[in-house]
Nanobody, 128 residues
């Protein structure tokens, strides 16, 4: 089972940017579908973005489309989430997730139940 460690969270002003990193050990991320979820206080965990293992295709929820970019560096066994034009609504704990069998379908919302491995999360706070 792959172990995941997120980093890069913090406090940023509205309109600012952050890049989250998810470093893996125990297995290669190249063989996993990788996703970022987020959970705000009092809300359910929400799938934000996914990158597939086979073709590198990506998925984003509508609210982050055009602002967030998911990518992977197989040599570093790391997945990134570049977040631009952040708003207070993006404030949440962001989690990295991995699954060796899943294919993220652009027509279907991400489900946390489909992912086998999780990181501990990193806090992102967007506030002036």
């Amino acid at each position: 089972q792959v172990q995941l460690v997120e980093s890069g969270g913090g406090l940023v002003q509205p309109g600012g940017s952050l890049r989250l990193s998810c470093a893996a050990s125990g297995s290669t991320l190249e063989t996993h579908a990788m996703a970022w979820f987020r959970q705000a206080p009092g809300k359910e965990r929400e799938g934000v973005s996914c990158i597939n293992r086979s073709d590198g295709s990506t998925y984003y929820i509508e609210s982050v489309e055009g602002r967030f970019t998911i990518s992977r560096d197989n040599a570093k066994n790391t997945v990134y989430l570049q977040m631009n034009i952040l708003t207070p609504e993006d404030t949440a704990v962001y989690f990295c997730a991995a699954d060796p069998d899943l294919y993220c379908d652009s027509g279907q919302a991400l489900s946390a139940l489909d992912f086998h491995s999780w990181g501990q999360g990193t806090q992102v706070t967007v506030s002036s």
